[in-house]
């Protein structure tokens, strides 16, 4: 960022309490783009921010509070730059396209990166998946990222371990280039870029973090940097997920956007959730990363899913029969994939269940004498 004069008013208004990050870019929008006012100006016109940028009272006092920060700003600015650190604001022409294109007004207002900035101008993969991952999903993280590396294509991480740390460690095996996404202010992870130090000032990694210089790693900051390891990357790949966390999370938003995502076609005696994400709607791949047909893999775990249905199904059916129960105890007793609402909708639709009022609550089950769905074995 050339002008130095501006970064710690960057970083006062990108880190306002109580404000979001849309919020925040709307804002900029009106001082950078249709007043062409820089951060300083506006930060100096107080007696402005009323009238010409329709500010309520409680948004002036936020901006008076964070105005007083300004200061400690000022030598967090010039501590960051002495220690090479830069910040790219959401209007320089080095921020990354394709983080703005995907997230659009809600992208971080500002980057604080190390190393080469652009990096983050390439095509760009991210690869995802648990941090407990096994070894067949870390095989398919190597796999990709050196086809990544072989077309000159940057891979995305998140420095966790596991996944993560394995699609950065082969991004560099393979001479590739690769872009370290964060959970924590950049001044924190000074441990990292001492490992990582020949591949950052060669050129082939750039650090990124969207949160305060100083902010220690928290599982809040894990949770909130996922989505711009995904918003960072052009096409993603997902080694391996649980059917919950954010590699689950994240994939379930991206897919909810229209985004195409790439999971690796697991075997039926794994134990994760790559078949429910193909079945959500990801492209199935093989160990290379080329594209499965997804047809006969849907049959299969449609098949699947009507007899683990079934199963659950016959269970509910034998207690049923000696009990009465609400369908809350019967999620009790027995572990079901469905809700509340999806368990009384199935005992509806069975032929041989009996219903009953009980204190206004109703109750669930089964005449002795009544022939069962299912046989009971």
């Known amino acids: 960022?050339?002008?130095?004069?501006?970064?710690?008013?960057?970083?006062?208004?990108?880190?306002?309490?109580?404000?979001?990050t849309e919020k925040i870019n709307r804002l900029v929008i009106k001082?950078?783009?249709?007043?062409?006012?820089?951060?300083?100006?506006?930060?100096?016109?107080?007696?402005e921010w009323q009238d010409k940028f329709g500010?309520?009272?409680?948004?002036?006092?936020?901006?008076?509070?964070?105005?007083?920060?300004?200061?400690?700003?000022?030598?967090?600015?010039?501590?960051?730059?002495?220690?090479?650190?830069?910040?790219?604001?959401?209007?320089?022409?080095?921020?990354?396209?394709?983080?703005?294109?995907?997230?659009?007004v809600k992208a971080p207002t500002i980057l604080y990166v190390k190393g080469n900035k652009k990096i983050m101008q390439e095509n760009s993969i991210a690869i995802v998946g648990s941090r407990d991952a096994d070894n067949i999903s870390l095989q398919f993280t190597d796999n990709i990222a050196k086809k990544a590396a072989?077309?000159?294509?940057?891979?995305?991480?998140?420095?966790?371990k596991g996944i993560d740390k394995q699609a950065l460690d082969s991004a560099i095996q393979y001479k590739g280039q690769s872009i370290i996404v964060l959970p924590q202010g950049i001044m924190t992870f000074g441990s990292g870029i001492k490992k990582y130090y020949k591949e950052i000032t060669n050129g082939d990694v750039l650090v990124v973090s969207t949160f305060h210089p100083k902010a220690v790693w928290s599982a809040g900051l894990a949770m909130a940097r996922n989505p711009i390891i995904y918003a960072l990357a052009t096409d993603i790949y997902v080694a391996q997920s649980?059917?919950?966390?954010?590699?689950?999370?994240?994939?379930?938003?991206?897919?909810?956007?229209?985004?195409t995502i790439f999971v690796r076609q697991s075997n039926?005696?794994?134990?994760?959730?790559?078949?429910?994400?193909?079945?959500?709607?990801?492209?199935?791949?093989?160990?290379?990363?080329?594209?499965?047909?997804?047809?006969?893999?849907?049959?299969?775990?449609q098949t699947m899913n009507e007899t683990t249905q079934n199963n659950e199904i016959e269970?509910?059916?034998?207690?049923?029969?000696?009990?009465?129960?609400?369908?809350?105890?019967?999620?009790?007793?027995?572990?079901?994939?469905?809700?509340?609402?999806?368990?009384?909708?199935?005992?509806?639709?069975?032929?041989?269940i009996q219903t009953t009022k009980k204190s206004n609550k109703v109750h669930y089950f089964i005449m002795k004498d009544m022939p069962t769905l299912f046989p009971i074995k």
């Open 242 to 259: 649980a059917e919950s966390g954010g590699t689950w999370a994240g994939v379930i938003d991206g897919l909810k956007k229209g985004r």
């Open 268 to 301: 039926q005696n794994e134990k994760n959730a790559n078949l429910i994400l193909v079945e959500k709607g990801a492209k199935a791949v093989d160990s290379e990363g080329n594209i499965i047909d997804n047809t006969e893999l849907l049959k299969a775990v």
């Open 315 to 352: 269970q509910v059916i034998t207690l049923l029969e000696k009990q009465k129960l609400t369908s809350k105890q019967i999620l009790e007793r027995v572990q079901l994939n469905m809700s509340d609402k999806e368990l009384i909708k199935k005992l509806q639709s069975l032929p041989n």
């Open 55 to 104: 500010l309520s009272d409680i948004d002036i006092e936020d901006l008076q509070n964070a105005k007083s920060e300004l200061p400690n700003n000022a030598f967090l600015a010039e501590d960051l730059l002495s220690q090479g650190f830069e910040v790219v604001p959401i209007n320089s022409p080095e921020y990354s396209k394709t983080l703005k294109a995907n997230l659009k």
């Open 150 to 160: 072989q077309q000159f294509k940057v891979v995305v991480s998140g420095f966790a």
């Open 1 to 20: 960022m050339k002008e130095y004069t501006e970064i710690p008013y960057w970083i006062t208004l990108a880190h306002l309490s109580k404000w979001g």
């Open 31 to 47: 001082i950078v783009h249709d007043n062409q006012m820089s951060l300083e100006t506006f930060f100096h016109s107080e007696s």
